[in-house]
């Protein structure tokens, strides 16, 4: 065995001491006489039908693992030639251009299976494959974050998780730990809500819509679900590090982190670097990283340069110029300073927006807060916390704080300082606009008495307006051709948007149902002969948002309901 390894060497030094030249299409050279890949196969073994493209390298010029085009790969990005290394990446992606892309949905507090209609903040991230390597759009459904800095992540997860010594609530934040960490760290007050001179770099914050309008940049059409849930859902790797040219990273102090974070995350999920090589996760772009080594690494590459420069392999990759899409660096004059641990002034301020979201918003909507605050708070068991809850909501709405007080039994406590008057923001609202109908769930009611050409009208009535139609019916199987897709034994209010009531109904669960549907205020319609089942629910047929005729007449209604939300005079008070 030792004079194997030693002939092995041999051979490794011989051969590098010739030239090496890269091939016509700036490949490395070929393997050696001596050397020998591993059949190319697929993951279930079957013979790969392009062995060329099956290669480890494609392309000639020097990328990450993503497919990002690398420019320079000799120099780390700084602040000035002394200054300390900035670790950053951009990318670009072309607008106009049609990219494929894999969406993931996910809840944060709760464990593994926790269910999809708890309160729970909601992830949402977004792989897009484009020409130019991997561009992950990593979020979630709240306007500002929790936090200021990267440092305090792990708390604030810690914090919203189930109680470490009885895993409960799950998937929740309604309980000690949650405000404990939110009293204290007060810069998340605008977050559990909901100008001139704000800091962009706050991730606490929001940019009025006033000052910085909206702007559609692209449609992203989601038109397929996974196969395997595990391969592709459970394995995909997102990481905001992943850019492409024109989108770049920002410097405030919470995504610095998270550049870290996520990367560190998806190593030891996925157990080593090379999770770019899962199916899932591979670019559609020409990948030629020189990164061979580390567990999973399923590619074997070609050449024996380990490094870049080098002449080994004939200089192969190459670095690519700014006008082949190489990673360009945006150059931002860093403002003199000293390094520290502390945050800039400008992010002090943790009440004032609060104030401007509260004071922005309508009377419906304030009771949501006001009673959102109370259920939450009264969750709460250690009268600590919440006494110094209230202490901060003092600071944002007198009104606000007496009510919840009030629900808790609790003294109302003063404001550390006068409140300001603040200009209130209608982008804040929802209520009072209108809102597309794609996608809601229209549930329609019917029985066999129902007219099949009268059902199949209001079907395709709702179809047509981007809505999604499910048929509701006292058995399964079919009505004439039509199929059933609800029965009472399986429909569930929370998962329509809307009510078409086309027969009547004495069974007790539809008759819950309505009352249901009706409490949270949403579209209802019904045809004369369904009225009874309004009664039986408490529905009445004059109520805001509240539909009675023919069956043409009450579609109608309803969709046009429906683009308000909800009927909101219903559920008020």
């Not at 190319?40 to 073994?45: F, I």
């Not at 020409?286 to 080098?310: C, E, F, I, K, Y």
């Not at 704080?401 to 300082?417: H, W």
Request: proline share 7%.
């Amino acid at each position: 065995m030792r004079s194997g390894r030693s002939l092995a060497h041999g051979v490794a030094r011989l051969g590098a001491a010739l030239p090496r030249r890269a091939d016509d299409a700036g490949r490395p050279p070929a393997r050696k006489a001596d050397q020998e890949a591993p059949e190319p196969r697929t993951p279930t073994g079957a013979p790969s039908a392009d062995a060329a493209r099956a290669s480890a390298q494609q392309g000639d010029r020097l990328t990450t693992a993503q497919g990002l085009r690398l420019g320079d790969t000799d120099h780390s990005l700084k602040t000035g030639p002394r200054g300390p290394v900035l670790l950053t990446r951009a990318a670009f992606l072309k607008k106009g251009v049609r990219t494929r892309v894999f969406t993931r949905f996910s809840t944060v507090l709760g464990s593994r299976g926790s269910a999809d209609t708890v309160r729970d903040t909601r992830g949402f991230a977004t792989k897009f494959y484009t020409q130019e390597g991997v561009y992950d759009l990593v979020g979630n459904n709240i306007p500002v974050f929790f936090i200021q800095d990267a440092i305090t992540f792990p708390d604030v997860i810690h914090a919203g998780k189930p109680h470490p010594d009885r895993e409960i609530p799950q998937a929740q934040s309604a309980h000690d730990t949650f405000w404990d960490f939110v009293s204290l760290h007060t810069e998340a007050q605008a977050h559990t809500m909901m100008f001139e001179g704000i800091d962009l770099l706050d991730p606490t914050k929001f940019v009025p819509e006033e000052l910085a309008p909206l702007q559609i940049v692209g449609t992203m059409t989601l038109t397929a679900n996974p196969t395997n849930y595990f391969a592709e859902t459970e394995q995909v790797a997102f990481h905001p590090g992943h850019l492409v040219p024109g989108i770049d990273v920002t410097s405030d102090p919470l995504l610095q982190g998270r550049l870290f974070s996520y990367l560190d995350t998806q190593i030891s999920r996925l157990g080593g670097p090379n999770f770019a090589q899962l199916p899932v996760n591979r670019p559609h772009a020409p990948v030629n990283d020189m990164l061979r080594d580390g567990m999973h690494q399923s590619a074997v590459h070609t050449g024996v340069a380990p490094s870049h420069p080098n002449t080994l392999d004939g200089g192969c990759p190459f670095h690519a110029g700014a006008d082949e899409g190489a990673f360009v660096d945006l150059p931002v004059t860093v403002t003199e300073s000293v390094i520290e641990r502390a945050l800039p002034r400008s992010f002090d301020d943790h009440f004032s927006q609060a104030r401007v979201f509260y004071r922005s918003l309508t009377e419906v909507e304030q009771e949501h807060v006001r009673d959102a605050y109370a259920f939450e708070l009264a969750k709460c068991y250690e009268q600590a916390i919440t006494e110094r809850q209230l202490r901060a909501l003092a600071r944002i709405d007198a009104d606000l704080c007496a009510f919840v007080a009030d629900a808790l039994g609790l003294a109302v406590p003063e404001p550390a300082e006068p409140l300001e008057d603040v200009e209130p923001s209608r982008a804040l609202r929802m209520i009072g606009e209108t809102w597309p109908i794609d996608g809601r769930v229209v549930a329609i009611l019917a029985g066999d008495e129902v007219d099949a050409a009268e059902l199949s009208a209001v079907r395709h009535a709702v179809d047509t307006a981007g809505a999604l139609p499910l048929v509701l019916a006292p058995h399964g199987g079919l009505l004439g051709e039509i199929p059933v897709q609800r029965t009472p034994f399986t429909a569930a209010s929370i998962e329509f948007d809307a009510l078409v009531a086309l027969a009547p109904s004495e069974d007790a669960r539809v008759v819950r149902l309505v009352d249901e549907i009706s409490r949270q205020g949403k579209a209802i319609g019904a045809v004369e002969d369904a009225g009874g089942l309004l009664a039986s629910a408490g529905v009445a047929t004059d109520a805001p948002g509240v539909v009675v005729g023919t069956a043409t007449e009450l579609t109608v209604g309803v969709l046009d309901a429906l683009a308000a939300h909800r009927a909101w005079e219903r559920v008020a008070g």
